[in-house]
């Protein structure tokens, strides 16, 4: 060991006394682990020490060089106060900063540091150094040449890998992935930190089963923090768990979600389930959507984007089916953060006949939210007799979520780079991430509003659509439920059936006017058509 022990300090104002203070310290490098070629961070976390906090740093392993003691307490070694007892100093090149030969750059094990004053210190903290690791399908793990995701082996490598999850630790889709079974990456005690560009590509066939445990988080990402995934579709998706689910991430306790869509299913036993996001506490998620159903009949905060929202959402939407026992919207299940320039176009939301959370956009709105500039589809169907009066339905004015100038003029979506407007069958119109595969048409409910006859997507037909008094439904696959809704989206009739392949409606006692009717497959699909009651 190259340090200096107490009994053999230089004496002046530079040197500790024998009695002076020794401090327990714990610390952490960025990246983890240290390469010999890459630059690197270390931080200390010890007793607060003030501001004017020095490194005594030395090398190991083979004839390394000996640093003088007191030279350390100088304008190169201050470490910097990140906060109270937290203390780091970052080295751009090993090499130099230590002044190391070819020789002993070849030798080098170990580098170690003392956080000192004039008056007390830590103790030593060692970190090992490696070799360049060769991981995954290439790249170092820098902004520069970020470690290379090219199939699910990669994917369970980086799921396996909790040193990986670092913060500054950057990675890259270089093609689609089918990934089948997989862990999640990042958990509740240890979440990801790094950098994650999905390059335009996507994961599909994604199975995550969590645990029954409360607390939990399940995910793609079960836990993010400071992290920054971009540029991503997750397709096709299986998600289930307890607490905190989501297709993308299962808890963001901070770091920003951009461009990116999931598909799919959640199925959750508890709170905070949402089809990108279980609970998002603290990250900004932006430019992306969801069409994944979410499930959590006996759980709370449940929405199609996210489940429960302190963070902030911009100009996202979300489109799949939503069901809760409480606290369940179309875009969220319980909001206490910022939403703005977004839409919920979900084709239903289903919760027991009382609760007093459920709406269109936001189960619940309240002082401690803000929302603004944002739509929900106003035919939206609620399995209630009649929406809650509590929730946030965002209904302001009524758009035409058909028409781009909606998204580019009035939520401002940018249409140049991050999205692109897509032409289905007519007249489906809307809008999907720009250059990421594996988009479907976000909404086929919002097709349905504009069918005029008998025939609905599917194997389903509903006749006649302008009724005296019954209304037919038949289906070669079944059907397990029919809703009747007003225009507004307030439930007026509804019957369950036993997966029958005909079901007759009873309209007779509803007034003259046009309703929207639903029809639940036993596939558990939804498809709507309009009617109207002469």
């Known amino acids: 060991m190259r340090k200096r022990c107490f009994s053999?300090?230089?004496?002046?104002?530079?040197?500790?006394?024998?009695?002076?203070?020794?401090?327990?310290?714990?610390?952490?490098?960025?990246?983890?682990?240290?390469?010999?070629?890459?630059?690197?961070?270390?931080?200390?976390?010890?007793?607060?020490?003030?501001?004017?906090?020095?490194?005594?740093?030395?090398?190991?392993?083979?004839?390394?060089?000996?640093?003088?003691?007191?030279?350390?307490?100088?304008?190169?070694?201050?470490m910097t106060r990140k906060s109270s007892g937290v203390y780091s100093i970052a080295v751009d090149d090993i090499k130099t900063f230590y002044s190391l030969s070819d020789a002993q750059m070849e030798s080098l094990t170990t580098i170690g540091?003392?956080?000192?004053?004039?008056?007390?210190?830590?103790?030593?903290?060692?970190?090992?150094?490696?070799?360049?690791?060769?991981?995954?399908?290439?790249?170092?793990?820098?902004?520069?040449?970020?470690?290379?995701?090219?199939?699910?082996?990669?994917?369970?490598?980086?799921?396996?890998?909790?040193?990986?999850?670092?913060?500054?630790?950057?990675?890259?889709?270089?093609?689609?992935?089918?990934?089948?079974?997989?862990?999640?990456?990042?958990?509740?005690?240890?979440?990801?930190?790094?950098?994650?560009?999905?390059?335009?590509?996507?994961?599909?066939?994604?199975r995550i089963a969590g645990t029954s445990a409360i607390g939990s988080a399940t995910g793609l990402f079960c836990a993010i923090e400071g992290a920054t995934i971009s540029n991503l579709g997750v397709a096709d998706a299986t998600v289930s768990g307890a607490t905190y689910c989501g297709v993308l991430v299962g808890y963001a306790f901070s770091g920003t979600v951009s461009r990116c869509f999931t598909s799919g299913s959640v199925t959750a036993t508890s709170i905070c389930s949402g089809g990108l996001a279980g609970e998002n506490k603290g990250a900004d998620i932006s430019d992306s959507y969801s069409t994944a159903s979410v499930s959590s009949p006996d759980g709370y905060a449940c929405g199609g984007l996210v489940g429960k929202n302190l963070g902030s959402i911009s100009r996202c939407y979300s489109s799949g089916r939503v069901s809760a026992a409480n606290?369940?919207?179309?875009?969220?299940?319980?909001?206490?953060?910022?939403?703005?320039?977004?839409?919920?176009?979900?084709?239903?939301?289903?919760?027991?006949?009382?609760?007093?959370?459920?709406?269109?956009?936001?189960?619940?709105?309240?002082?401690?939210?803000?929302?603004?500039?944002?739509?929900?589809?106003?035919?939206?169907?609620?399995?209630?007799?009649?929406?809650?009066?509590?929730?946030?339905?965002?209904?302001?004015?009524?758009?035409?979520?058909?028409?781009?100038?909606?998204?580019?003029?009035?939520?401002?979506?940018?249409?140049?780079?991050?999205?692109?407007?897509?032409?289905?069958?007519?007249?489906?119109?809307?809008?999907?991430?720009?250059?990421?595969g594996g988009q479907v048409d976000p909404s086929p409910g919002l097709t349905a509003l504009e069918i005029a006859g008998g025939t609905l997507c599917g194997r389903i037909e509903v006749f006649p659509t302008v009724v005296d008094d019954f209304v037919t439904v038949e289906s070669a696959d079944g059907v397990v439920g029919v809703y009747i809704a007003s225009v507004s989206g307030t439930a007026v009739a509804k019957a369950s059936y036993a997966g029958s392949s005909t079901a007759m409606v009873d309209c007779s006692g509803l007034p003259c006017g046009m309703y929207l009717l639903s029809v639940v497959g036993a596939d558990g699909s939804i498809q709507i058509v309009k009617i109207v009651k002469r």
């Open 8 to 78: 053999a300090l230089l004496t002046g104002l530079l040197c500790l006394s024998a009695s002076a203070a020794k401090y327990d310290a714990t610390w952490e490098t960025t990246p983890s682990p240290v390469v010999k070629t890459k630059g690197f961070e270390v931080t200390i976390t010890t007793t607060d020490m003030g501001e004017d906090v020095y490194c005594y740093t030395w090398t190991e392993g083979g004839s390394q060089p000996t640093v003088d003691w007191g030279s350390a307490i100088a304008p190169k070694y201050k």
């Open 113 to 206: 540091f003392i956080a000192r004053t004039t008056s007390g210190q830590t103790e030593d903290c060692m970190v090992p150094v490696s070799e360049m690791r060769q991981a995954y399908s290439g790249g170092e793990g820098t902004v520069e040449s970020p470690f290379v995701l090219s199939n699910a082996a990669d994917m369970a490598e980086l799921a396996a890998t909790p040193s990986d999850w670092a913060a500054n630790v950057c990675f890259i889709l270089s093609q689609d992935i089918i990934l089948g079974d997989f862990p999640g990456i990042g958990s509740m005690e240890k979440p990801f930190h790094g950098i994650f560009n999905g390059n335009d590509h996507v994961i599909s066939d994604v």
């Open 327 to 436: 606290y369940a919207g179309g875009m969220v299940g319980a909001n206490y953060g910022t939403i703005t320039n977004s839409v919920a176009m979900n084709s239903g939301i289903e919760a027991p006949e009382g609760a007093n959370y459920v709406a269109r956009f936001g189960g619940n709105d309240n002082s401690q939210n803000t929302q603004h500039t944002n739509f929900s589809w106003p035919a939206m169907a609620t399995s209630q007799s009649a929406w809650s009066t509590y929730g946030h339905h965002a209904i302001e004015q009524t758009p035409d979520l058909l028409s781009k100038s909606t998204f580019s003029e009035t939520l401002g979506w940018d249409f140049d780079d991050v999205w692109q407007w897509e032409r289905g069958v007519a007249p489906r119109e809307y809008p999907v991430l720009a250059r990421i």
